[in-house]
């Protein structure tokens, strides 16, 4: 039946095969033991054991087909959304909402599993039927106000429902880059470029603000900044840019572009624009664009690069200022001895009266 539920293309085939399986598996042994208790005569101590016995292995037999169920449910919806492509924003929207949908309904069968068997045993049915009360809407908010977890559980709902957060999604928090690799009802695990891991609790997606650079779609623009020397050429470093663009199959063919973006006391400043299909390949092309555009400028035009200028002027240069120099102290000297005293005009009348 399995190997027929995975070759049939049915959505219901792919949901109930797997059902019915582990149904009969499960249904047969405990028809045989219904039919075959009767016969033994066991004491009444044993009998009770056994009723007991059957009853939990009912109940979890019982829960085990409801997850089972689900988790099949789950597998045949996402059996339809490939995640390994690169425009993958709409199965990852459907991921993280199967994810979260399929951890509430686990946690409620867990619960009222949990209550049920509890429930079979007198001394304890008391605490059985109030795990049972707690399994409802009300009882489950009432079951959960007094634990610090129920924010993190409406946040894990809101983030479900909302979508602000998906699987797979590029962000950015606390200062790391990563990708969100899970989410549950109560955190969030990151998982940054170093392979490192940051858990996070899903109330911190919901109160505080983030950088998600696949929201709506997972193309992006990578900026190369370099600091260049007023002499570049930009009509070849525009050039190479095509050139290295056009022979990198990170680059998706949309947006190439080089622009000076501002001009500093000795340097400008040069932005290269690129854009990729996912975040991961941008990065990997300005670093790629990067390295190819300060290659080309080292190979071809070495003083496109920065430095600092000191001139040193020619001998004729040095002779035209030398004597600029001193005809300007000639001049000068002129100048105060014709201003002394007894040389002046109103001296030259008293002297001549």
């Not at 037999?61 to 919806?77: E, H, K, T, Y």
């Not at 969100?180 to 996070?200: G, H, M, N, Q, S």
């Not at 300060?294 to 004729?316: A, K, T, W």
């Amino acid at each position: 039946m399995r190997q027929w539920a995975d070759r049939t293309a049915s959505l219901v085939g792919k949901v109930m095969t797997p059902i019915v399986g582990d149904t009969l598996r499960l249904a047969v042994p405990l028809f045989v033991i219904i039919l075959l208790l009767p016969l033994l005569r066991l004491p009444e101590n044993w009998t009770w054991v056994t009723e007991k016995a059957f009853g939990i292995l009912l109940i979890a037999a019982l829960s085990f087909l409801i997850i089972r169920g689900i988790n099949a449910v789950q597998a045949a919806l996402l059996s339809r959304h490939r995640m390994d492509v690169p425009d993958n924003l709409s199965a990852r929207k459907i991921y993280t909402q199967v994810s979260v949908i399929r951890k509430i309904i686990v946690s409620a069968v867990v619960i009222l599993a949990t209550g049920s068997i509890l429930m079979l045993f007198d001394p304890v049915r008391q605490f059985g039927t109030s795990i049972l009360a707690s399994a409802g809407i009300a009882g489950v908010v009432i079951g959960f106000a007094a634990q610090k977890t129920l924010g993190n559980v409406l946040a894990g709902i809101q983030i479900a429902l909302t979508q602000a957060l998906l699987i797979d999604d590029i962000v950015v928090v606390e200062g790391e880059f990563g990708q969100i690799e899970e989410i549950t009802l109560t955190y969030v695990v990151v998982r940054t470029w170093d392979l490192r891991r940051l858990v996070l609790p899903i109330t911190y997606f919901v109160e505080k603000p983030f950088q998600n650079w696949s929201r709506v779609s997972t193309d992006l623009l990578g900026t190369v900044i370099l600091y260049l020397d007023y002499q570049v050429p930009m009509g070849e470093l525009r050039k190479e840019l095509k050139r290295l663009v056009e022979n990198n199959p990170k680059w998706d063919r949309k947006v190439c572009g080089l622009q000076v973006t501002d001009a500093k006391q000795s340097t400008i400043e040069v932005r290269a624009l690129v854009s990729s299909t996912d975040p991961g390949k941008a990065f990997d092309l300005r670093c790629e664009v990067r390295e190819g555009l300060i290659q080309f400028l080292c190979r071809n035009y070495p003083e496109s690069l920065p430095c600092v200028r000191i001139e040193e002027p020619s001998d004729e240069e040095i002779q035209r200022r030398k004597q600029k120099d001193g005809a300007t102290t000639s001049g000068k000297e002129h100048e105060r001895g014709s201003k002394s005293p007894g040389v002046g005009p109103e001296n030259k009348a008293d002297g001549e009266r």
